[in-house]
């Protein structure tokens, strides 16, 4: 387990059903509260309205920027949206507050220039979590890495994370993935954690799920993955490095954070109540990977077993496609809220 900057102590878990329950349950410590801050998402709104837990950026708070094309020579920064996720994660426990950052977006510049804009002090962060390695959620730790040179921070990874991939779609050539640098990631003197077993950080308050179990029968990974492994080109339609991140709040329940939620947004729910034991789901937040013809199928099927799950909030984002998010707009209405560049839940 994974102490703040620590070592990793990998926590074993068997492999179970969703009807059966884990033979160990790893005990999660319960927060007072954790904030989610997205740095990254596919779309910005200066004008979205509180609502909930959900508190939006105020126009008027937008820091200065100098600008010759101004009759007083300065305009508001804005918020970059592109495909890509990057969160900031603030728990509090115990009267300490710790900060973490998860995924990194898809352009270089994009995470820090968001980062600045929001006055988030990239000093303050303590450790980074990476949930797999598709370049739209690693991207900004070039910028990150230039904004505050060299740093010993961990970085939580599955191995698989450096696999080297392509997408392969019918009447389409082969699009290669970029793949993340080993060697430029350890010379920013970042300190690389590789596991596929749950990690704990922050003395036992923030949980990485490491591999997920797939155990829902109906959410495919990710079909148009190959992955070069012995010099072939290999079907890799699991990304077994999609990993999650989960937090107890006191009295509320489990919150699950994704990134792409490769691995199944039903299946990563599910993980995360086998895993500590807690059955309440208070928050669902993050990549449904819902969109596009291959997965719209999947919709009804996902709604119904997330009513079961009955999160109070449920903020799907990034790659979760305008059909999934209209279909979980209508059936949750209570729980559904729209998420943006800048939004901060306090949950």
């Known amino acids: 387990m994974c102490d703040t900057a620590g070592s990793v102590e990998p926590v074993p878990v068997a492999a179970v059903s969703e009807e059966t329950e884990p033979r160990l349950t790893i005990p999660l410590e319960p927060v007072d509260g954790i904030v989610i801050t997205t740095l990254i998402d596919n779309v910005t709104d200066m004008l979205a309205v509180n609502q909930g837990p959900a508190i939006r950026p105020f126009i008027g708070d937008a820091r200065r920027r100098p600008s010759a094309v101004f009759e007083d020579d300065w305009t508001r920064e804005g918020l970059i949206a592109e495909h890509g996720f990057a969160a900031l994660i603030t728990v509090t426990a115990g009267g300490s507050t710790h900060r973490l950052l998860f995924d990194a977006g898809l352009s270089p510049d ?116 190959q992955a070069l492994r012995g010099g072939r080109w290999e079907p890799d339609p699991l990304v077994l490095d999609d990993q999650a991140l989960i937090v107890h709040v006191r009295g509320k329940g489990l919150v699950v954070l994704t990134g792409c939620g490769h691995a199944g947004v039903v299946n990563i729910t599910r993980y995360a109540r086998r895993l500590t034991g807690v059955s309440q789901v208070h928050a669902v937040v993050g990549g449904f990977h819902l969109g596009g013809p291959l997965f719209e199928p999947l919709i009804p099927q996902v709604c119904a077993e997330l009513e079961r799950l009955s999160p109070a909030v449920l903020v799907p984002a990034h790659c979760t496609g305008w059909a999934a998010q209209r279909a979980l707009a209508e059936r949750f209405p209570a729980a559904y809220i729209p998420n943006a560049v800048g939004t901060r839940l306090e949950l």
């Open 110 to 225: 994009g995470l820090v220039s968001n980062m600045r804009a929001l006055g988030v002090d990239l000093g303050s962060i303590e450790a980074i979590v990476l949930s797999h390695g598709h370049s739209d959620h690693t991207a900004g730790l070039d910028g990150f890495i230039r904004a505050v040179g060299r740093t010993s921070l961990p970085v939580m990874i599955h191995p698989e994370f450096w696999s080297r991939r392509r997408l392969v779609i019918p009447g389409h050539d082969p699009v290669e993935l970029p793949t993340t640098s080993r060697s430029a990631l350890e010379g920013a003197g970042f300190t690389i954690i590789e596991d596929r077993q749950p990690s704990f950080l922050f003395g036992g308050s923030v949980l990485i799920t490491g591999e997920v179990d797939r155990t829902s029968g109906f959410e495919p990974g990710f079909p148009p993955q």
